[in-house]
């Protein structure tokens, strides 16, 4: 098996993770590319492992979790080359480590710790901040848009700060679009410039009234409608298979991308090069779409 051409899925046997192994299936058959299934085995069950070995040579102790998962799988994976890997250390760390030459990593929006109340747990969202490939989270049900048809299903979505965001993440998108053959929606926002009563003082109390909101500026629209459509043009000659639906709204990409999510099969977004806060890796807009996001969302880093 090609490690560099690996679909890798994140399981832990909870209803989350297990959306997130059908929707791994369905892109690993899409791209003919091998699927690993990874266990990451409970601290208490390698701590035991541990113990015993140290007392001399056992049986390996068997995972329960990746047993009842290959049974689950069964005949889905005709065709497939699927590896099962039980894997010890901490949660993000070994799963990094299993995708570090992966294609994809996929993984569920929580796993069976944390408050259920919780949209994302923080593997999911430390996975996106710095997993070595791209990341898909897909979402709970709760909040999740029908995954009928799989990994095919639905329009892609792109959001793109046309001066930011790098080439790996637009190529990302047009890649999955054609793929999928569905067209691509490029979502880009640009600055409202304040409304002139907002920049003057309030008046006295008795005669506040709520300041009217600004006017979409027609010069704004249409030279961030230019630059993204110059910054996508490489990639649309590349591409010319791939239908392009340009959208550019005012101030809040993340508001859009979560509304149109309702009727896409991906969603797509950048992540920041390192930092020393981690949090910030994602940035403000895919940390929105990973919490709200009703379908899955890639988070893809840029080129080392």
């Not at 059908?22 to 003919?32: D, P, S």
């Amino acid at each position: 098996m090609s490690e560099k051409t690996a679909v890798v899925v994140g399981v832990d046997g909870s209803e989350h993770s297990l959306r997130a192994l059908e929707w791994a299936l369905g892109v690993a058959h899409a791209l003919e590319a091998p699927l690993t299934v990874a266990h990451v085995r409970p601290e208490a069950l390698q701590l035991g492992s541990a113990r015993i070995a140290s007392l001399g040579p056992a049986p390996e102790m068997p995972d329960t979790v990746v047993d009842a998962l290959a049974a689950h799988v069964g005949a889905k994976a005709e065709g497939l080359d699927v590896r099962y890997a039980s894997l010890d250390g901490s949660v993000v760390d070994a799963l990094s480590a299993a995708a570090r030459d992966a294609r994809l990593l996929v993984v569920g929006s929580r796993g069976r710790g944390g408050f259920k109340s919780l949209l994302l747990g923080s593997t999911s969202r430390t996975l996106a901040a710095s997993a070595p490939c791209p990341v898909v989270v897909v979402p709970h049900e709760a909040r999740a848009a029908s995954l009928e048809g799989g990994a095919r299903a639905g329009r892609v979505l792109l959001g793109l700060h046309t001066d930011e965001t790098p080439d790996e993440v637009v190529a990302f998108a047009f890649q999955a679009a054609k793929r999928r053959g569905v067209p691509l929606e490029v979502v880009t926002a640009y600055p409202v410039p304040p409304s002139p009563a907002l920049l003057i003082g309030a008046p006295a109390p008795a005669l506040q009234v709520p300041p009217p909101l600004p006017d979409e500026t027609p010069e704004l629209v249409g030279l961030t409608a230019r630059r993204q459509e110059e910054r996508l043009r490489p990639f649309t000659e590349r591409h010319p298979e791939v239908e392009v639906i340009p959208t550019v709204t005012p101030v809040d990409a993340a508001g859009r991308l979560v509304e149109d999510s309702r009727e896409a099969g991906l969603l797509v977004v950048g992540r920041h090069r390192r930092h020393r806060v981690e949090t910030l890796l994602v940035g403000s807009v895919a940390h929105a779409v990973l919490h709200h996001a009703a379908c899955p969302v890639a988070v893809v880093p840029p080129a080392v």
